[in-house]
């Protein structure tokens, strides 16, 4: 079986599979390693649906959204032809489209989309001038990192097209079923402490002691799966500590894991 997104906040996968069966736009907010694209994941396949995915970056532009023109040879003769990208794919196949970290890219090349993501679902392509209206079933998923370096706020017209879920931290019950289901370590006293050590980090955070990105569900996942193989509070330094630039936060943590795993 797939893996599942899980959350104590039953609302997160409710709501945005009620979003997205409305046909309605869903921007995913919450920090790296957060499970994003695994709920965006699991919400295609509970319908049925294929993704077509777009890592943003600055290098993103309208051709690797859009598609671009090649030459090709057809019967010995050459023959210029498009060859679609994601977005204009997802549209004609009415699949979802995954726009991950869409907050990193350009903001001029985003706004070609806002035909796509209103009413109208259609877009024209400026470098064919052919204008392509989405089958049903065409579907956005977006995600934002917040608070990201190189990250820019989204511009208002393209966030006022999505619904936002965000995905605020996962309890210790919940955490332990992502550990049982998704790591290596299956010993209950271990992942009663990394649980802890989670709680423990999530009140730091919300104290301002560590940034958001030392208490990721992905970190986690790996500090269990290490703790299988190397004493766990070197597999702490590997997968949290060391990750962190300020002596302060990586201080912080090192007292918090040794309160919780022993010295
Ligand atoms: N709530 C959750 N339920 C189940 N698995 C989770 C959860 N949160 C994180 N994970 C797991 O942690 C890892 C990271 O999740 P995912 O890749 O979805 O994060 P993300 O928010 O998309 O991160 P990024 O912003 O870096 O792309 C995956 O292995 C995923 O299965
Ligand atoms: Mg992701």
């Known amino acids: 079986m797939a893996i599942r997104f899980l959350h104590n906040d039953e609302t997160i996968y409710e709501d945005s599979k009620i979003i997205m069966s409305l046909n309605k736009n869903l921007l995913l907010k919450g920090p790296t390693g957060s499970g994003k694209t695994r709920l965006a994941e699991n919400l295609a396949e509970d319908m049925n649906s294929s993704m077509y995915s777009i890592n943003c970056s600055v290098d993103v532009d309208i051709e690797s959204l859009l598609g671009f023109k090649t030459i090709e040879y057809i019967d010995g003769k050459q023959e210029v032809v498009f060859v679609s990208g994601p977005v204009i794919q997802a549209m004609n196949e009415g699949a979802i489209l995954y726009i991950d970290e869409i907050n990193m890219a350009k903001p ?20 064919t001038g052919e ?12 995600a934002i990192n917040v608070g990201y370096v190189g990250t820019m706020p989204m511009n208002e017209a393209l ?11 996962v ?24 649980t802890l050590f989670h709680t ?7 104290q301002g002691q560590i940034s958001q990105e030392a208490s990721s569900v992905r970190s986690l996942i790996d500090l269990a799966d ?37 010295r």
């Open 171 to 194: 309890s210790r019950e919940a955490l332990t079923e992502v550990l049982k289901a998704q790591s290596l370590q299956q010993e209950e006293s271990v992942i009663d402490a990394i």
């Open 226 to 262: 290490l703790s299988t193989k190397i004493p766990i509070n070197r597999a702490c330094r590997r997968t949290i500590i060391d990750k962190l630039d300020s002596n302060q936060e990586k201080k912080a943590i090192l007292n918090a894991a040794e309160l919780r795993f022993g």
């Open 108 to 127: 001029e090349v985003l706004p070609i989309l806002n035909a796509a993501l209103d009413y109208r679902r259609t877009i024209t392509n400026p470098l």
């Open 159 to 169: 966030l006022n097209r999505f619904n936002v879920i965000e995905l605020g931290y």
């Open 131 to 142: 204008t392509t209206t989405a089958k049903d079933g065409f579907n956005v998923i977006a």
């Open 200 to 206: 423990d980090l999530v009140t730091m955070t919300e």
